[in-house]
């Protein structure tokens, strides 16, 4: 076994801990220093090795930078037009007080079946910072709640791309994936919704404002939105991104649509697009702040530009994570993990579950993307013939250990443990004390339940 990449996931490791907790370094700085000596200690043409960080975090940067800005001028709009306040006290008439973090659990686990969990984290922040300025109580609760509910159906349901993935890696019905991963995912949420309570006690942590925000009481004098113009903008993204969805689902293969099928499907290619979908939702949130604020066209645009100045920092932060994990890949840190696990996955019963939760723990520890642990671990596992034959349960079950797994190993080099910390306002301790510790104990739940339903329901 190769021992030199394992190396280099410790020199990187070193890097951003030691720049981030130890001096303090800016977590930009941290991440990008890192990603820079990982790329220079990998394989490659020298000349070429500086060039891909540069090009990795360009990817990143191109494939998150729209939806992020976007989602940042709808938070901060729901606020100032007092959209979130609306939502938040409709949430609280219906449910009570005391239940708003359930209201915030069932909607983070429902919208990011179709919406990307980072996209459904940046709609949804804006209610739970809402929520504690009416409260004043139970902040960290509040964020957890999302991410128990987003971060669940995000690595257990399809059509989101890991668990899509897994289900094709290990040859197992769509249908069967959604269903099973829904079952094992409410548990999931609902044990992380208890930790997440044991959290906020734990880390009594106030709400703190993003550059140039008031955190003073909302005007309770002003007339807020409706209801249904408030929900808007959050609402629109999920049914523009799911009609795509469902559109190419039901077209079948290219070559075999009818004309009507190809311009249904073309038009919502364009309007279903993320960003699209994003855009038109921010159109309606800076709407409602002109007619519910009397904002004039140059001080929205003053309000614009300091929410993009907040979206900025969380991109470039998110990138440059994004190119650190990128620059690991590059070390081939895969394949030394796969050699020291690949002995041990033996045998068809509990074994090959822990297995494959270890096996993806593993690699989302070392390169931070939890789609690229889920596609790798479940690839392995397919290639060592884990399946239908070999197993004494549905394989159905191995995905979800493996998604479960991908959960553990939560830390640093992953986009959405910045994009947490960043949009929660938290600091790199309080995030590792909270984001890391209730991903953990979702994949550790997630796994029990993963093997307890194979044990009493094989489906084999």
């Known amino acids: 076994m190769e021992l030199y990449p394992l ?21 930009f700085i941290a991440l990008i220093v890192a990603a820079f000596v990982v790329s220079l200690m990998a394989p490659g043409e020298l000349s070429g090795k500086i060039t891909r960080v540069i090009n990795a975090f360009g990817s990143v940067a191109g494939a998150i ?28 008439g219906a449910l009570g007080e005391k239940r708003t973090p359930l209201a915030l659990l069932g909607s983070g686990y ?3 079946v179709p919406v990307f969990f980072d996209t459904v984290f940046y709609l949804l922040i804006p209610l739970a910072r809402s929520l504690f300025a009416k409260q004043r109580k139970n902040y960290i609760l509040m964020t957890l709640a999302i991410v128990a509910g987003g971060a669940v159906t995000h690595t257990m349901v399809p059509p989101t ?16 994936m959604i269903l099973v991963g829904a079952m094992v995912g409410l548990p999931m949420a609902f044990g992380g919704l208890a930790v997440a309570r044991f959290l906020d006690r734990r880390n009594p942590i106030e709400m703190r404002p993003y550059p140039g925000e008031d955190l003073a009481a909302p005007q309770t004098d002003r007339p807020l939105p409706p209801l249904m113009l408030s929900l808007a903008p959050v609402v629109l993204p999920v049914i523009l991104i799911s009609a795509n969805t469902f559109a190419t689902a039901l077209a079948g293969p290219a070559d075999s649509q009818t004309e009507g099928w190809r311009l249904a499907v073309g038009i919502t290619s364009v309007l279903g697009d993320p ?14 702040v002109a007619r519910y604020c009397g904002r004039s066209l140059a001080e929205l645009a003053v309000d614009t530009e300091q929410a993009l100045m907040g ?49 993806a723990s593993l690699i989302k520890f070392a390169q931070g993307s939890g789609t690229v642990a889920m596609i790798t671990a479940s690839s392995m596992f397919a290639a060592m013939g884990f399946g239908a034959g070999t197993l004494d349960f549905h ?18 080099n992953n986009s959405g443990f910045w994009v947490y910390a960043k949009m929660s306002v938290l600091t790199t301790e309080e995030t590792l004390r909270t984001w890391t510790l209730l991903t953990a104990s979702l994949g550790v739940i997630g796994l029990i339940v993963t093997i307890v339903a194979s044990r009493i329901l094989p489906l084999n």
Do not use: H
Request: with cysteine; hydrophobic share 60%.
């Open 311 to 359: 979206g900025g920092v969380v991109i470039l932060i998110t990138a440059a994570g994004g190119a650190f994990g990128a620059m690991l890949r590059e070390a081939g840190i895969q394949e030394p993990i796969q050699a020291m696990m690949g002995g041990s996955a033996s045998g068809a019963g509990i074994g090959v579950l822990l297995s494959g939760a270890a096996v």
């Open 7 to 27: 190396l280099v996931l410790v020199v990187g490791i070193a890097i951003v801990m030691g720049l981030i907790l130890a001096l303090r370094v800016n977590a």
């Open 275 to 288: 960003s699209m979908a994003l855009l038109f939702s921010a159109a309606i949130a800076l709407y409602m």
């Open 395 to 412: 394989p159905v079950y191995l995905a979800c250990a493996i998604g479960s797994g991908s959960l553990i190993g939560d830390w640093m």
């Open 161 to 176: 791309p890991g668990p899509l993935a897994m289900a094709t890696a290990l040859d197992i019905d769509l249908g069967i």
């Open 110 to 112: 429902v919208l990011s």
């Open 65 to 92: 930078g729209i939806v992020i800005a976007l989602a940042a001028v709808i938070g901060k709009a729901l606020m100032d037009s007092g959209g979130a306040q609306r939502i938040v006290n409709a949430m609280t």
